[in-house]
């Protein structure tokens, strides 16, 4: 077979998809996916969707648990709740763990040691990244924090606790 | 080596209990030479592995007591050599090896908090969150704002102390 064989076969096999899709669907009854996309209702929908302001509240609140825990659900991800407490994920809240909790050695150690002991091994060019991914991370969750104060202020002006 | 020798004589009693003192004493002695020659066919082993690394293999088996038990890095003495066989500058070089391997373990934490999946993860949604901070729930921000500080205090102290390293390093 050669190349325009090969491309006359292939267009054939491809028309025979789409009517073989086709007749599935007419036998069936229903909407094809390709179908919504072409019809632009699936991106609507998605649309919709991201900017009904129910679906991002549900969305900050299961991230919010996911990470930092749930007061009312203290068992749920880990102790003491979230992410950040997770021994086998990005645990930065163990660092400096007391030592009536279990936390491995490297962990029960202060930030300030633990940042010294990888300052030995990192090379230059290592660290330089790894400071700037730090600082960022810690730049962000300061500033969510500055966010939630700022609202938490502002909700008890409104509404004074008696 | 007390665990498993208890274990076998545990073993050896309820034998007995079940087909008499004989076939007890039988088993016990089998099972005894079948350990011997465990340990003598772990012994070999190591000892082809650490022939002429004398300090790598004490402290590989002081990080594997570490790493299984209560025992702290702290419990090692630094003046003196708690071994019998290795001098001061040996025990020196035991405590070297180990504190290389804490070190590493160290930015293998670090690359967790920056690099890992779960570091970019947090980046993201952060992000998102901080587009959203209207719909947190208000009773329970109380509870997250002290996770956050912390979370930011870890990392700023960690990046810190990179850099305080790295700078120390370029100095010396």
């Known amino acids: 077979m050669n190349r325009e064989e090969f491309d006359a076969l292939s267009r054939e096999v491809i028309d025979y998809q789409a009517r073989l899709s086709e007749w ?21 929908g998605f649309v ?8 991002e509240q549900r969305e900050v609140r299961r991230k919010l648990k996911r990470w930092f825990g749930d007061p009312e659900q203290e068992w749920e991800y880990s102790r003491p709740g979230g992410m950040l407490y997770n021994i086998y994920d990005v645990c930065i809240n163990l660092v400096g763990g007391s030592s009536e909790d279990y936390v491995p050695d490297p962990l029960a150690a202060s930030p300030a040691e633990l940042g010294a002991r990888a300052g030995r091994v ?7 990244t790894r400071i700037e991914r730090l600082r960022e991370t810690a730049r962000q969750a300061g500033k969510l924090a500055d966010d939630y104060e700022k609202r938490l202020d502002e909700e008890r002006a409104i509404r004074p606790i008696r | 080596m007390r665990r498993a020798s208890t274990y076998l004589e545990q073993q050896r009693e309820q034998i007995a209990a079940k087909e008499g003192n004989a076939a007890a004493k039988e088993w016990y002695e089998n099972a005894l030479k079948q350990r011997e020659r465990y340990l003598r066919a772990v012994a070999d082993r190591e000892f082809g592995k650490y022939a002429d690394k004398k300090a790598e293999y004490v402290a590989e088996k002081l990080l594997e007591v570490i790493g299984t038990s209560t025992a702290r890095y702290e419990d090692l003495p630094r003046d003196h050599s708690p071994i019998a066989g290795l001098n001061r500058f040996e025990w020196g070089q035991v405590l070297a090896i180990i504190e290389r391997h804490r070190d590493e373990i160290a930015a293998r934490y670090v690359e967790r908090f920056t690099m890992s999946r779960g570091a970019k993860d947090l980046r993201i949604y952060l992000t998102y969150l901080l587009r959203f901070p209207q719909y947190a729930e208000i009773g ?32 010396a």
């Open chain 1, 24 to 44: 599935q669907r007419h036998g069936r009854g229903g909407t094809t996916l390709g179908e919504m996309i072409d019809s632009g209702a699936l991106a609507e």
């Open chain 1, 48 to 55: 919709r969707l991201v900017s009904d302001p129910s679906y």
């Open chain 1, 122 to 128: 990192l090379t230059e060019r290592k660290a330089r």
């Open chain 2, 140 to 171: 329970k921000l109380e509870f997250y704002i002290p996770r956050l500080r912390l979370a930011q205090r870890n990392l700023e102290g960690i990046a810190d102390a990179i850099e305080a390293e790295q700078e120390r390093r370029k100095g």
